[in-house]
C-alpha cells in the first residue's frame, strides 16, 4: 500500500451471504441492485452515477424516510476486480462531487479507504470489509477510532440489508 495512506486503526469485518460471489459482486457493483440495500436502515439511496470499475466514481444521495437528512457521498474506486474485489475511497460530498467535511463531525475524516473481499464457500460468499481513514490528522484518526464501534454498528445493519435483499432475489 502506498505510504501516504498513513493507516493507524481500521475496522474489520466479516460476513457470510447465502449466495454465490458473482451475484455478490455484482449487488455491489450495479446502480439498480445497490440502490436497494446500501446505507443506513433509516434511508433510502438514489444513484446518481456509478461507474464501478479501476478508475470510476459513485455518487449518490441518502435521504432519511422523513425527508429531514440529505446526505450525499462518493466512491472513488481504486481496484475493482471482477468477482473478487472491490477497493474504494469513501467520502461525503456535496451534489456536484466535491468533498465536504462529514454533516455530524468537523472532524471526521475526508477519506475513507474501503476494501471488500470476497471468497467463494461452497455457494455462500465470504465478505471481508476493512475500512480505515486515509490522508487524515492525528485528530481525524482519533476520532474515527473513537467513532468506530457504532460505524462498525451501522455497516452490520447495512449488511443486514444486503442479506434480506439477496433472499428477494431469489
Do not use: C
Not at 32 to 55: I, N
Not at 82 to 88: A, F, G, I, N
Amino acid at each position: 500500500m502506498d505510504n501516504n495512506l498513513n493507516q493507524t486503526f481500521e475496522i474489520a469485518i466479516t460476513r457470510v451471504f447465502d449466495a454465490p460471489r458473482e451475484l455478490l459482486f455484482k449487488v455491489w457493483t450495479e446502480p439498480e441492485h445497490f440502490a436497494k440495500w446500501w446505507g443506513p436502515k433509516r434511508f433510502t439511496l438514489e444513484v446518481v452515477k456509478m461507474d464501478a470499475r479501476s478508475g470510476g466514481e459513485f455518487l449518490g444521495i441518502q435521504t432519511s424516510l422523513d425527508g429531514k437528512e440529505v446526505m450525499w457521498g462518493k466512491f472513488a474506486y481504486q481496484e475493482v476486480v471482477e468477482p473478487d474485489k472491490v477497493t474504494y475511497i469513501r467520502s461525503f460530498s456535496d451534489e456536484q462531487g466535491n468533498t465536504v467535511r462529514a454533516p455530524f463531525s468537523l472532524s471526521w475524516p475526508l477519506e475513507i479507504m474501503n476494501i471488500i473481499t470476497l471468497e467463494d464457500d461452497e455457494g455462500k460468499t465470504v465478505l471481508k470489509l476493512k475500512g480505515f481513514p486515509v490522508n487524515a490528522s492525528a485528530e481525524e484518526q482519533e476520532n474515527y477510532k473513537r467513532m468506530a464501534p457504532k460505524l462498525q454498528q451501522d455497516l452490520e445493519g447495512t449488511f443486514d440489508q444486503l442479506a434480506n435483499y439477496l433472499v428477494s432475489l431469489n
